[in-house]
């Protein structure tokens, strides 16, 4: 600590001895030990105090990096989240595009074979007795054509899948 040799030590001990003579050298060398140890106690109190606070200073620099990078995952999570919703609202208009679509092809379809079905059941609807409403003869005239097959235009007829059953338990 002092950097002091056991030659220097011995030479202070006997000018020690000699200023303080034999009497009262045994209490001023407890004198002594007893302000070193106090200063060596100081001395590690303050260096485990630097230490706690570095330790600490490195912690919260720690806990504000960690932080900043929940904040950085957060914001990208959210974008995220947001494209991912972006996508899939832009799919739901396609496919909402597309049944309408479908829906208009199949309204096409049907119309002229629901209008001759209509034209055909109006001549034998008004043979029918008049206390049939509107209601009713509309109806009619949709269940009638309804029961005629209808074939979408450009589309084959889809043919029947074999039921293969269950697999053969045995080997």
Same mark, same amino acid.
């Given at each position: 600590?002092? $950097?002091?040799?056991?030659?220097?030590?011995?030479?202070?001990?006997?000018? %020690?001895?000699?200023?303080?003579?034999?009497?009262?050298?045994?209490?001023?060398?407890?004198?002594?030990?007893?302000?070193?140890?106090?200063? +060596?106690?100081?001395?590690?109190?303050?260096?485990?105090?630097?230490?706690?606070?570095?330790?600490?200073?490195?912690?919260?620099?720690?806990?504000?990096?960690?932080?900043?990078?929940?904040? $950085?995952?957060?914001?990208?999570?959210?974008?995220?989240? +947001?494209?991912?919703?972006? $996508?899939?609202?832009?799919?739901?208009?396609?496919?909402?595009?597309?049944? +309408?679509?479908?829906?208009?092809?199949?309204?096409?379809?049907? #119309?002229?074979?629901?209008?001759? #079905?209509?034209?055909? #059941?109006?001549? %034998?609807?008004?043979?029918?007795?008049?206390?049939?409403?509107?209601? #009713?003869?509309?109806?009619?005239?949709?269940?009638?054509?309804?029961? %005629?097959?209808?074939?979408?235009?450009?589309?084959?007829? %889809?043919?029947?899948?074999?039921?293969?059953?269950?697999?053969?338990?045995?080997?």
């Amino acid at each position: 600590m002092f $950097d002091i040799g056991f030659s220097e030590l011995f030479i202070v001990a006997i000018v %020690a001895l000699m200023v303080l003579g034999p009497e009262r050298l045994p209490r001023a060398a407890r004198f002594t030990g007893l302000w070193v140890r106090r200063a +060596r106690a100081q001395w590690y109190s303050v260096k485990s105090e630097l230490e706690r606070e570095l330790a600490d200073d490195e912690l919260k620099r720690s806990l504000v990096r960690t932080r900043d990078e929940l904040r $950085d995952l957060g914001a990208e999570l959210q974008n995220q989240g +947001r494209e991912l919703h972006d $996508d899939l609202r832009r799919e739901g208009q396609g496919i909402e595009k597309s049944v +309408r679509h479908a829906e208009k092809s199949v309204k096409d379809a049907v #119309a002229p074979v629901t209008r001759a #079905a209509t034209t055909a #059941a109006a001549p %034998a609807l008004a043979q029918e007795p008049a206390e049939k409403d509107n209601g #009713a003869i509309a109806d009619e005239a949709v269940a009638q054509s309804a029961s %005629a097959e209808v074939e979408a235009p450009n589309q084959p007829a %889809a043919e029947p899948v074999a039921d293969a059953g269950p697999p053969d338990p045995r080997p």
